[in-house]
């Protein structure tokens, strides 16, 4: 079967560093996938890794092992926009490039 | 990026009626569109997959008489709910993928449906 899991949610102070986990069981792997979405709007594209390491992208970096089903998203710098929910997403080995996605989870950036 | 566009964003019908939600690429060609469904505080579930000129594929659990998918074009992908009742009220959201290095997806706009 296929599994990704993330908590639910978290809580972090305005200029802060929030780290959010992801692991995933899949059949098979072709890449991971990290998504922002505002409430009631469309997830947008955060990042992607296929290879072990880190990735940066501004504020936002995210890290995979693929050895340990593991990534994390990193959100440097907080601001109150950042207040959504985030998506781990994992495309398997199989054809039609779909994502599947996790529970999402729901950040809340405080003052 | 690449735009994906959906249409209705909000739709309110009667319980029995059937509804029907366009999700267009707007510059690209799209083989493959994804259809998902959110509800309130839940993540994205995979519905089917769209593939133009054939068949769709649809998930396990997704009634695929009671959601019909047609690939019409590259670029034009349609979901009809039918016989609609109040259980299907939820965000429905199209995506496609381009060929890009990451292959990511774009999404539509999502559309709202009530069902009363």
């Known amino acids: 079967g296929q599994n990704i899991d993330q908590p639910t949610e978290m809580t972090a102070t305005e200029g802060a560093i929030v780290q959010i986990n992801c692991t995933y069981q899949t059949s098979g792997f072709n890449g991971l996938f990290w998504y922002q979405q505002h409430a009631g709007e469309a997830p947008t594209f955060l990042s992607y890794?296929?290879?072990?390491g880190l990735e940066e992208k501004g504020r936002f970096s995210s890290f995979l092992s693929r050895s340990k089903g593991y990534s994390y998203l990193l959100l440097k710098e907080l601001q109150m926009k950042d207040s959504a929910s985030y998506l781990c997403?994992?495309?398997?080995?199989?054809?039609?490039?779909?994502?599947?996605f996790g529970a999402g989870t729901r950040l809340a950036v405080h003052p | 990026g690449a735009v994906v566009s959906q249409h209705p964003s909000w739709v309110i019908c009667k319980s029995g009626t059937s509804v029907k939600i366009e999700c267009r690429s707007l510059d690209f060609q799209a083989t493959t569109m994804f259809w998902y469904r959110q509800f309130p505080k839940q993540s994205l579930m995979l519905m089917a997959t769209s593939n133009e000129g054939s068949k769709a594929t649809y998930e396990q659990g997704v009634e695929k008489d009671k959601f019909l998918i047609n690939h019409a074009s590259l670029t034009l992908s349609t979901l009809t709910v039918t016989s609609a009742h109040p259980e299907d009220s939820s965000f429905y959201i199209c995506?496609?993928?381009?060929?890009?290095?990451?292959?990511?997806?774009?999404f539509g706009e999502g559309s709202r449906l009530t069902v009363l």
């Open positions: 997403a994992v495309r398997g080995s199989g054809g039609y490039n779909k994502l599947i």
């Open positions: 995506s496609a993928s381009k060929e890009t290095n990451t292959g990511e997806l774009f």
């Open positions: 890794n296929v290879l072990d």
